[in-house]
């Protein structure tokens, strides 16, 4: 097994394409993006437009379309945004991979992005096949420490049942929660995103599809980071956007 296969950290170009003195440039990308988007621009033309003239090279491109949103869409999702008090008692519908692989790449040494919606986001991807890291098990136990300090009242975990290895990380879910009496229901679905859309309790998730369905929803992530990853790279690209 390889050091990438090992852990899920930076991918090779992170280190020059998100280097500090890239940020700037980004940030003013991503400020332009928006703009576009929220004044019925395509994702596929207003990320042609900046891309080029910010000649942005291809994962600083993917960055722009993972962080962007449009003006309404912020609006939106901040309003619909749990505060850490608030989740108290309620019932957590987790959006697993998400979730899950976003810690792991904190753990890893990835870098994690705060886009215009306020959220905290990785860049690393699924395609298909989700593989356990070194992380995996601790991030999985992390999070369920934040959890229990949120003293939420029941936690639902929605996997994709497509995804290769989804029924090993179930069984390791349900392991690490009997180890400390957590515990939790995890369901593997064809589509969680279209159970999270409709679910009656707190989303957790970081999806912007789901995001903009959800009545209610929570950073649990950011929590997690806050709590327990004090080292995490974490760019913050939020910019004001204007109508002028």
């Known amino acids: 097994m390889t050091h990438d296969q090992r852990h899920r950290g930076a991918h090779p170009e992170d280190g020059e394409q998100f280097a500090v003195d890239q940020i700037p440039r980004i940030r003013l990308a991503l400020q332009d993006y928006c703009w576009l988007l929220s004044r019925g621009y395509t994702v596929v033309a207003a990320l042609k437009l900046v891309g080029d003239r910010f000649e942005l090279r291809q994962r600083q491109r993917l960055l722009l379309q993972r962080s962007a ?81 949120l003293g939420v009242d029941e936690v639902i975990w929605l996997l994709d049942q497509p995804v290769s290895n989804s029924g090993r990380l179930r069984m390791l879910l349900f392991e690490v929660a009997a180890t400390h009496g957590w515990t939790w229901n995890v369901e593997l679905h064809q589509s969680p995103d279209e159970v999270l859309k409709f679910a009656s309790g707190v989303i957790v ?32 690209l939020r910019t004001e956007t204007t109508d002028g």
Not at 83 to 103: H, P, T
Not at 222 to 234: A, F, G, K
Request: charged share 20%.
């Open 205 to 236: 998730t970081t999806d912007s599809v789901i995001l903009d369905s959800a009545a209610k929803w929570c950073p649990l992530n950011e929590w997690v980071i806050t709590e327990h990853l004090p080292d995490v790279r974490l760019v913050d």
């Open 69 to 149: 949103c449009t003006t309404a869409q912020a609006t939106r999702r901040n309003a619909s945004r749990l505060a850490r008090g608030e989740v108290s008692a309620q019932k957590l519908w987790v959006d697993g991979f998400n979730l899950l692989i976003n810690i792991e790449s904190a753990m890893s040494g990835g870098y994690l992005f705060v886009g215009q919606d306020g959220c905290v986001r990785d860049m690393a991807s699924v395609h298909g096949t989700y593989r356990q890291v070194n992380e995996t098990a601790i991030a999985i136990q992390r999070i369920g420490l934040t959890l229990q300090s």
